[in-house]
């Protein structure tokens, strides 16, 4: 599945309404693995499962497929695309060049000129961290993430970097299906946090890359039964 765009890109050039509510339901499906990469429907399926007309489907589906998320095929509906391994390895390639530059920015400030942003990620992950599990602590974790980014002052670095974010979340979420690895963020983000405040340079960007590339390893780790394991998951969390 390669993601060419984002829905805040474009938000302000799409009507609000019933396209927009489906739009935003189809990919909550997507992102939560109820529609698995590879699976295919009719417009008449999201019809007549969302109990509306085909017009506002279609033009959700039109929106969903210009980010990416679907292709259509004639006379056989429509597909969830399939994961792009290789796309999403670049866009981790891509973040790591982003953040890495982000702490060295954040490191070369002196103490007194720290933006406010380091103080509340150290009193959220350090001081008295906000426990959670799965889907919650993904969404944690790119808050975490996002948040270095901004701090660093380059709001232009920051909208690459929320873009890519938005690409990557789909694949990154499965990575917080382990409870080993819900544990391992705590502590990393810690400890990067810690060496970016006392200026560690070197020693942060270290710990910010084993980091994300630990991450990056899991993708290509990811296999059907995993994502069918997920959406089983989800299922659970979201009885009907």
Known sequence: MQLTGSK?????????????????????????????PGDRFSEN??????????TPVRQALFWLE?????????????Q???FDFDFFEQLYDLR?????EAVKRLCALPPAAQPLQLAELKAFWVDQPQLAEGQLVSRYDEEFHMTLVAAAGNAEMARIHRELTEKIRIIRRLDFTKGERVNATYKEHASILLAIIQQHTEEAQRQLHDHIAVS??????ITLHMLHRARAESDEGNPS
């Open 8 to 36: 805040s890109s474009r938000s302000k050039s799409r009507p609000e309404g019933l396209a927009e509510r489906i739009y935003q339901q189809l990919k909550d499906d997507i992102f939560s693995f109820r529609l698995l």
């Open 45 to 54: 399926d999201i019809a007549d499962r969302m109990e509306v007309s085909r």
């Open 66 to 78: 210009h980010e990416g998320y679907v292709e259509v095929f004639f006379r056989s509906g429509w």
């Open 80 to 82: 969830v695309r399939p």
């Open 96 to 100: 790591i060049v982003l953040e890495l």
């Open 216 to 221: 990056k390893a899991e993708v290509r780790k």
